[in-house]
């Protein structure tokens, strides 16, 4: 598998953490890094951008939450039961741990999906109850980032926007499997033209100048 880095340019416009504002980081898993079980080049290095954005939204005080997949051994997804996916991120495995070094704060959200046999989830949103978590902690705003662009991240933030959060994302801190030669990109223009803002972390502002 080859990686897709952004093809979109983030917005020149700084933006400004406020209340009501959320980070979802996206199945930053083991088994989705280089040598995993469904390994993403480069997917590794989304950790250190990521740990950035972790920091500015835990001093100022907001939601973070990271998603995970969490599948039983015989889910749907897996080669063996028919699906397009060998073995990855096995609940309670080492694939599905969390990338090294990765910063996951004491007060952090998490939210595992695609959790039965025969139920899949690209989406951080599906089938989890994320929406209802997001109402609950006052969310409007989702800055979205994770792997992998042209599936979890992609999904993600395409249900995010249809379930009316405004949605930003961190182009700089994603990755894509591309499958297809230029599914990044691609998923990187859908998402665009579905009304999210790409943004990258020196336009961010917040608990840091």
């Known amino acids: 598998m080859s990686a897709s880095h952004t093809a979109l340019q983030p917005d020149s416009a700084a933006l ?13 898993q083991r088994d989705f890094l280089p040598g995993g079980a469904l390994g993403v080049a ?18 100022c005080g907001l939601p973070v939450i990271f998603t995970r997949d969490w599948h039983p051994p015989d889910h749907c997804s897996f ?29 952090a959200h998490i939210v595992s999906k695609a ?4 139920a899949d989830a690209y989406s951080g949103f599906q089938g989890t109850g994320l929406e209802a978590l997001l109402h609950g902690l006052g969310c409007r705003r989702l800055f979205v980032g994770g792997l992998a662009t042209d599936y979890c991240v992609r999904a993600t933030v395409l249900d995010a926007l249809a379930a009316g959060f ?10 894509a499997v591309d499958v297809h030669p230029g599914d990044g990109k691609r998923a990187e223009e859908e998402m665009a033209a579905a009304g999210a803002q790409p943004l990258a972390l020196d336009r ?6």
């Open 204 to 209: 961010l502002r917040g608990a840091r100048p």
């Open 115 to 118: 959790v039965t046999p025969e």
């Open 42 to 59: 480069d997917g590794d290095r989304v950790v250190p951008p990521l740990n950035r954005y972790i920091a500015r939204f835990d001093e």
């Open 166 to 175: 405004s949605t930003v994302l961190l182009a700089d801190a994603v990755r």
């Open 16 to 28: 400004v953490l406020q209340p009501g504002d959320a980070l979802v980081v996206v199945d930053v």
């Open 79 to 107: 080669r063996p039961a028919g699906g397009p996916w060998p073995p990855h991120c096995i609940a309670g495995s080492a694939g599905a741990a969390f990338a090294p070094g990765l910063a996951v704060p004491p007060a």
